[in-house]
């Protein structure tokens, strides 16, 4: 039988991503459309051990939906891998009558989330965001999209230096585990070849392929490189390969690193932030918990948090063939 909700709690954990506040803006006022109290929690799980809390009403999130980062500000707490820490944590959600959480970020936050409210039988709804579009389950992130349209931004820039120089770049993005910034980007920036984690290219491969374009006349070349790739340890060992080969090129690296994760967020990132923050709060009425809410073929979806977590999202291997036809 599930709970009656009379307040709720927000948080944002792990990285930042543009329009995480347009997420608590729309949580916080639906929870009030709704006739619910809100908290806000500040560095997500341990403002929650550390009982850093603040009401939060419709007007108290005015002017956020186009602030990039998160107001709530984000941490990582080595005290909630702890049962301790997270009885603490229930601890202070129960003194302040908080009945459920609405948790934003991404698998770590997700995963912290399906725990804790399992083992104190708090329900709790995870909203996706992250920059890297890795979660299983949902066709974005909240996040994304703003992420790839700064790489593009930047990359067209160092492109008009390549251009006058005759260079080869290597642009370096942010894809631990996952290549689709890298791919995106790189298919939206012209880039002539893009290393992601999910296809190991092979460095004689990767020259091969960059001696192709040389022969047909490129004198400058944009390589994407997720920092997840497998060719070499780092972008600065695939600089050096490339380099040591016989390739007529002056190879230039940049990592754009949190540039990325910085920046108002995009038109499309604000309402898909708005439509899941809403989705949060109505799958808590509806009595859901464990699941995080996600957008697929655009209607909103209900994704348990084992799928989201445990699956990993599988790269669209059409677009490695747009790729491989586009820079042709």
Do not use: W
């Amino acid at each position: 039988m599930s709970k009656t909700i009379k307040k709720i709690a927000v948080l944002t954990s792990g990285g930042d991503s543009p329009g995480m506040n347009s997420a608590i803006r729309a949580v916080v006022r639906n929870a009030a459309f709704s006739g619910l109290q809100c908290d806000g929690i500040y560095r997500g799980y341990q403002g929650m051990i550390e009982n850093d809390f603040i009401e939060l009403g419709p007007r108290d999130v005015k002017n956020t939906i186009n602030r990039g980062g998160t107001f709530l500000k984000s941490a990582r707490s080595k005290d909630f891998m702890t049962y301790e820490g997270r009885k603490k944590a229930f601890d202070n959600l129960k003194a302040r009558n908080i009945d459920a959480l609405v948790v934003i970020g991404g698998d770590g936050t997700f995963t912290g989330a399906s725990i804790f409210g399992k083992e104190f039988d708090m329900p709790t709804i995870g909203v996706p965001g992250t920059i890297d579009n890795d979660i299983n389950g949902t066709d974005y992130t909240i996040g994304y999209d703003t992420a790839l349209n700064t790489v593009v931004e930047a990359i067209d820039k160092i492109r008009d230096t390549a251009s006058s120089h005759d260079r080869l770049f290597l642009v370096e993005v942010m894809g631990r585990d996952a290549g689709d910034i890298a791919l995106n980007s790189g298919i939206g920036a012209g880039a002539e070849e893009i290393l992601i984690p999910e296809e190991n290219m092979g460095i004689e491969r990767l020259i091969e392929s960059l001696n192709k374009s040389r022969v047909s006349g490129k004198t400058s070349s944009i390589v994407v490189v997720a920092e997840g790739d497998q060719i070499g340890k780092n972008i600065t060992e695939v600089a050096e390969a490339i380099e040591s080969s016989s390739l007529d090129y002056e190879v230039k690296v940049t990592v754009l690193g949190h540039i990325q994760r910085g920046g108002s967020p995009s038109c499309f990132d604000r309402v898909l932030a708005s439509r899941l923050g809403v989705a949060a709060v109505d799958a808590l009425l509806e009595g859901k918990s464990e699941i995080m809410v996600g957008i697929s073929h655009k209607k909103i979806v209900q994704v348990p948090f084992e799928t989201a977590i445990n699956i990993k999202k599988i790269l669209d291997t059409d677009l490695l063939r747009v790729a491989d036809i586009v820079s042709t």
